[in-house]
């Protein structure tokens, strides 16, 4: 396995967001030294986030208030990976889907119809339309045969003052209800690396994973044979490293560091 990553002949990036280009409101070191990198170097790349609520305009206008320009098809969410997911398994199926403006809008760009009569699918995402009717219409719905997909499994997310319950917590009283196990489309299922790829046109060989978890960026970049690199400037330190069976192809403090050792390592 390599130990070091030559970024000046790699073509596309994939990066993680949250612990890797802001925490919060608040940009991290380095960011707009690798984005401008990016653009300088015409590398491919996308922004990846497990969170399904946003859309990639509202994602756009996130990173502009911040001071980033970031266009809009440069972000890769969990509810489009579902949305791409359903469009291939099943063109033009039908779904109840609880959830946000993200995976709604994610939905029907892929031609998929909402139905709570007799959906092929329910799908579940993060977001206030939850609530016990919604819950109770869902477990109906699967317990009449609709297949049961989430958009992501993190169990929780940070907000102020805390966390809240994310997609995998709140789709866990479907699943008990009906005894049916969902099906998650988000990292770390490789599938979104893969339809990442895909839409970075660009094979797995030529491509890194940046990001600031080993249990969801660096396995899923590594199961789908792309290089990793594990950055601390989020949730995982050097001690991290030590309790996982596998291990990123290189550890950065920051992606700063990505961009600067290009600039210095170019011919
Ligand atoms: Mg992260």
């Known amino acids: 396995m390599e130990t070091s990553i030559n970024f000046n002949e790699k073509k596309g990036f994939i990066c993680d967001m949250d612990g890797v280009i802001y925490h919060g409101n608040r940009i991290l070191p380095g960011v707009a030294e690798f984005i401008q990198w990016l653009h300088d170097e015409d590398k491919e790349y996308l922004f990846l986030t497990n969170n399904s609520g946003y859309t990639p305009r509202e994602l756009n206008q996130k990173l502009a208030r911040m001071g980033l320009d970031v266009p809009e098809e440069h972000f890769y969410t969990s509810a489009l990976a579902t949305a791409a997911f359903l ?87 479907i699943e008990m209800a009906t005894g049916k196990q969902a ?42 044979g792309m290089s990793t690199v594990l950055v601390l400037s989020g949730v995982s330190t050097r001690e991290t490293l030590k309790t996982y069976a596998y291990r990123p192809s290189v550890v950065l403090d920051g992606v700063g560091d990505i961009a600067a050792m290009a600039r210095a390592e170019k011919p």
């Open 183 to 224: 099906y998650f489309c988000g990292k770390p299922n490789p599938l979104m690396m893969r339809t990442g790829l895909k839409k970075l046109n660009c094979h797995s060989g030529e491509a890194v994973m940046v990001g600031d978890r080993m249990d969801t960026d660096v396995i899923s970049g590594l199961e789908s």
């Open 87 to 173: 469009r291939e398994q099943a063109p033009g199926c039908s779904v109840f889907a609880i959830g946000e403006a993200g995976l709604l809008n994610a939905l029907y760009d892929a031609g998929i119809t909402m139905n709570d009569v007799n959906p092929d699918y329910v799908v579940v995402g993060e977001g206030r339309s939850y609530s016990l009717d919604t819950l109770t219409k869902a477990t109906n719905l699967v317990m009449h045969g609709a297949k049961l997909i989430g958009a992501n499994s993190d169990v929780s997310g940070p907000i102020e003052n805390g966390i809240a319950p994310a997609c995998r917590a709140l789709i866990a009283p």
